[in-house]
């Protein structure tokens, strides 16, 4: 049976989002449509791309994600220059990496740009932080003169995940003006609403993947110091446009993936982590199937 499917953000913890596609698979579903933000744009590519879960798990199970983490070279200490980092290129990591590993597993499935995908099967959300809006790739690349038809995939996957002051900020060049864009959780964190909108006729049931609680068992956020304040003011931001949206009959039709421990840029993940958060999200996944009514 063909669905339609939304992959939400959250870093690291994404790798649980292969476990729950595991799940789906086993269940006979087969996405026709996907749609991601960060972590999760990543995973629908690679779906969008036909991999199975198995080959998804097997390309994990190889990656050493603390490969991502591309350092610019300079003469002094990492330790010395990331103050510099940060201020001048405005993100510790440049993301090439991340660009060039997504690039590297969609061109041996025959995808280097949109136009390789069939029409709307694939899109992913960025954030323009010149220009104060969300951002639909391909879909909304026209605004900035460029074909989306001719735009590399592997290049707005990088867009999506341009984590803020983690990874260096994606410039888009368009009409003599360039465009800061970064990751798309800071606008939307979520985009179920792609899919899924009030008072439109759904195509096929459409299945989301969000690693958090469900709204009504979220925690608090514990803010006592300015730490604490700097993660629930980018949770709330990550979250809050999302969240007005999610009533109580589209969260029938989400997994809820809580990953409570687990850092969104913790990138010194061990092995056994790695392997436990993709077994919790096809826990998640098989709890939710058994009384999904779609």
């Known amino acids: 049976m063909f669905i339609d499917g939304v992959f939400s953000g959250g870093g690291i913890k994404g790798f ?34 036909r991999y199975t ?14 490969k991502f983490l591309d350092e610019r070279k300079t003469l002094l200490p990492f330790s ?59 879909d909304d690349l026209v605004h900035y003169g460029i074909d989306p038809g001719s735009f590399p995939v592997a290049k707005a996957i990088r867009m999506s995940c341009s984590l ?8 888009l060049q368009a009409y003599s003006r360039s465009s800061v864009i970064v990751d798309g959780g800071v606008l939307s964190n979520f985009p179920m609403w792609l899919f899924d909108r009030e ?42 446009h999302d969240a007005r949206y999610i009533s109580r009959k589209h969260a029938q039709n989400i997994i809820f993936i809580p990953t409570d421990g687990v850092l969104t840029a913790e990138f010194e993940l061990t092995d056994q982590k790695k392997m436990d958060l993709l077994e919790h999200g096809r826990q998640c996944a098989e709890q939710f199937f058994a009384s999904w009514s779609y």
Do not use: C
Request: net charge positive; charged share 25%; hydrophobic share 45%.
């Open 53 to 66: 879960s198995n080959e998804i798990y097997q390309l994990v199970d190889e990656l050493d994600v603390k």
């Open 80 to 138: 010395v220059t990331k103050w510099l980092l940060l201020y001048w290129r405005l993100g510790l990591y440049k993301g090439v990496e991340l660009e060039n590993w997504m690039a590297e597993k969609l061109a041996a499935r025959g995808i280097r740009t949109f136009a390789d995908l069939p029409p709307q099967s694939l899109r992913v959300i960025a954030s323009d932080l010149t220009n104060g809006r969300l951002v639909v790739l391909p």
């Open 199 to 240: 008072n439109v006729k759904k195509t096929r049931p459409v299945l989301g993947i969000k690693l958090s609680h469900n709204l009504s068992e979220r925690p608090p956020n514990k803010i006592s110091n300015a730490i604490q304040m700097y993660e629930a003011l980018f949770e709330t931001m990550k979250d809050a």
């Open 164 to 171: 803020p002051y983690f990874f260096e900020p994606v410039k």
């Open 16 to 49: 649980a989002l292969i476990g729950a596609y595991d799940a789906v698979q086993k269940r006979g579903f087969q996405f026709k449509r996907v749609a991601g933000t960060s972590a999760g744009s990543i995973v629908a590519a690679l779906i969008a791309a």
